[in-house]
């Protein structure tokens, strides 16, 4: 296979591990690089070896000649990056929050679609091992049916220094953190039909939420509770890793803190140590995410290859970011709401 050539705009806090997978990954390179911050772009560029450097997306995009973009940005940027590279019929990674607002977030899907390119969604968490090992247990059959599950993310992990402007928005967890377990929740348990959502606000030096529980109804059948938190100080820092609960007709399953996998089920009880592998260039705590990133783009590649719909499809990632929107307008008004009302 001939190497697909990528190129990523935006070199900020995350972007530098999107760079580690995709050098890792030998059926694609980044080429070039894009950002409005020089200084950003040399450190980069010097850390990867990567020549190219613009600080002009347009005049990148007419320079190079590209299989793909990885758009690594804020999220207000990304509807006009995703449509400049859907002009140029260019397929598209875009990071999440996927946009602004789902009306956004719809026509970007459109954009792409008409333009016939594809458009993946950098919804990584799905991909992390042991959330794969809970859906592998789940295809097994070994718990039977689910009728209940809980994802839960809750934790005093320090996120604002990395990323001050986490501090400034008035959405907060639900945005940045939340998005990622209610992927989860779906990957799991299957579309939401409706949810029902509390939020608050625990440290008064933040705009934003840094407390919020959902509680959803699924197509399937089952119900869960999705619960974020930055407001908890436990004894041991789970940070960052998602604990899960499911419970099905014949059995369970619990994903404890230190990756610890237990199932009870139609064979007895197993419990195994499900601990995400350590990349070179990985660190603790973030290596889980960091396995996560090298996944979901060989993935990307993968489907590049083959022509097949990415699993974080734009198309997909709308059901997620509904739920975004779902559950702060459903912390607003108390009331629970239909995800289908939002994505019609």
């Known amino acids: 296979m001939v190497s697909l050539r990528g190129a990523l705009i935006g070199c900020g806090f995350f972007a530098v591990n999107q760079m580690h997978a995709w050098r890792d990954i030998e059926d694609a390179s980044i080429v070039a690089i894009c950002d409005r911050d020089p200084e950003r772009l040399r450190i980069v560029g010097d850390q990867f070896g990567i020549s190219k450097r613009y600080t002009d997306t347009a005049e990148m995009f007419a320079s190079e000649t590209l299989d793909f973009v990885d758009i690594a940005t804020t999220v207000s940027s990304h509807r006009p990056l995703v449509e400049m590279a859907a002009a140029h019929r260019i397929p598209v990674i875009c990071q ?31 991909w992390q091992s042991p959330i794969q090992a809970v859906r592998a247990v789940l295809d097994s059959g070994e718990i039977g049916t689910p009728f209940f599950g809980r994802i839960s993310f809750r934790s005093a992990y320090d996120v604002f220094s990395g990323q001050p402007y986490l501090a400034t928005g008035k959405r907060f967890i639900i945005e940045d953190l939340g998005i990622h377990i209610l992927d989860i929740a779906r990957f799991l348990l299957g579309d939401v039909a409706t949810l029902t959502a509390r939020t608050a606000r625990i440290n008064p030096a933040i705009a934003g939420e840094d407390v919020a529980t959902m509680l959803m109804d699924h197509g399937s059948g089952a119900t869960s509770v999705v619960d974020c938190s ?18 099905g007709s014949d059995g369970t399953i619990r994903l404890a803190q230190g990756y610890q ?63 975004v929107e779902a559950a702060y307008s459903g912390a607003a008004s108390r009331e629970p709401v239909r995800i289908d009302d939002l994505l019609k």
């Open 96 to 126: 999440k929050p996927f946009a602004p607002t789902l009306a956004d977030a719809k026509a970007m899907v459109v954009a792409c679609a008409k333009a016939g390119v594809p458009l993946m969604v950098h919804e990584n968490f799905r």
């Open 230 to 247: 930055y407001a908890t100080r436990l004894a041991v820092e789970p940070f960052p890793e998602t604990l899960i609960e499911i419970d």
């Open 261 to 323: 996998l237990t199932v009870t089920g139609k064979s007895g009880t197993t419990v195994k140590d499900i601990s995400p592998p350590l990349l070179p260039w990985a660190s603790r705590p973030w290596h889980n995410i960091q396995e996560s990133v090298l996944a979901i783009q060989r993935h990307w590649v993968d489907c590049l290859a083959s022509g097949k719909e990415p699993a974080t499809s734009g198309a997909d990632n709308l059901k997620t970011f509904a739920l």
